[in-house]
């Protein structure tokens, strides 16, 4: 089975700095078919998850530019570049060849 | 605008059965593949199942494998997911959510959930 781990657990971030979450895969994420099936939610609090990333680095519709993602194989990236209130929760990679999500990560503002 | 809205989360026993539903609209139902997720209280999410546009592919997590079973019902745009002999470790908000293709690939929008108790 692929394992999804997530680092760090819990980040504390002062609006309008930058924030980093990293998603490793115990396998390549790259399917035969050439795409890479990584993405990436968001869960506010007392909210459902949204999806923000999907195939690495396409971002959902609505979803604001200073989220992006990146990565290859079996490492990969959420990047915020300006953290704005609105952006805590818990952030969730999932793989999608056998899905599986990792253990989240959780965003708090300073 | 997409809805999912899931019902039939209640408190059952040990061993016991259920049935959840999931009634969709605004987006072509059969269009697109559908799932369920979980979250145990306080916990992570987890991903239970996924059905093809269809109904002619279903995938299951190993923890719920031969005891739960994805449907579909396209004429009533509605999304099942069958529980059987289910244990204290099955308690969660169930989700419904829709898939951004036809095959399975990213859950793109989801319900609120529906809560599940397993308990004696």
């Known amino acids: 089975d692929i394992v999804m781990t997530q680092t760090p657990l819990s980040l504390s971030v002062t609006p309008g700095q930058p924030a980093s979450i990293s998603c490793k895969s115990s396998q390549s994420l790259l399917h035969s078919d050439g795409k890479t099936y990584l993405y990436w939610y968001l869960q506010k609090p007392g909210q459902s998850p949204q999806l923000l990333i999907y195939e690495v680095s396409s971002r959902f519709s609505g979803v604001p530019d200073r989220f992006s993602g990146s990565g290859s194989g079996t490492d990969f990236t959420l990047k915020i570049s300006r953290v704005e209130a609105e952006d805590v929760g818990v952030y969730y990679c999932m793989q999608g060849i056998h899905p599986v999500f990792g253990g989240g990560t959780k965003v708090e503002i300073k | 605008e997409v809805q999912l809205v899931e019902s039939g989360g209640v408190v059952v026993q040990p061993g016991g059965s259920l049935r959840l539903s999931c009634a969709a609209s605004g987006f072509t139902f059969d269009d697109y593949a559908m799932h369920w997720v979980r979250q145990a209280p306080g916990k992570g999410l987890e991903w239970v199942s996924l059905?093809?546009?269809?109904?002619?592919?279903?995938y299951y997590a190993d923890s719920v494998k031969g005891r739960f079973t994805i449907s579909r019902d396209n004429s009533k745009n509605s999304l099942y997911l069958q529980m059987n002999s289910l244990r204290a470790e099955d308690t969660a908000l169930y989700y419904c959510?829709?898939?951004?293709?036809?095959?399975?690939?990213?859950?793109?929008?989801w319900g609120q959930g529906t809560l599940v108790t397993v308990s004696s």
């Open positions: 059905i093809s546009w269809d109904g002619g592919s279903t």
């Open positions: 959510a829709k898939d951004k293709n036809y095959y399975g690939s990213a859950a793109d929008y």
